[in-house]
């Protein structure tokens, strides 16, 4: 059975995507591993638009005095 990961956070995502970039850019990797890193690189894009998809639906809520969540609206 695989090892279970810990779930990164979006910041160590982040950093580890930018790891696997500039790993990538410099073009010394062999063509396994960049495919290899080239994949976690897009799982990890793809943890991070998703995190990011939640937050920004967490903040355009705003919690009524009932309790209740409304969607935040700016009145102009």
Do not use: Q, W, Y
Not at 18 to 26: A, G, Q, R, T, W
Not at 37 to 47: H, R, V
């Amino acid at each position: 059975m695989a090892k279970e990961e810990k779930e990164l956070t979006f910041e160590e995502s982040l950093e580890r995507l930018e790891n696997i970039v500039k790993k990538l850019e410099s073009g010394e990797v062999p063509l396994d591993d960049a495919i290899k890193e080239f994949n976690e690189a897009m799982n990890l894009a793809k943890k991070c638009d998703e995190k990011l998809k939640s937050a920004e639906e967490a903040i355009t809520k705003i919690v009524k005095e009932d309790g209740s969540l409304e969607d935040f609206k700016v009145e102009e």
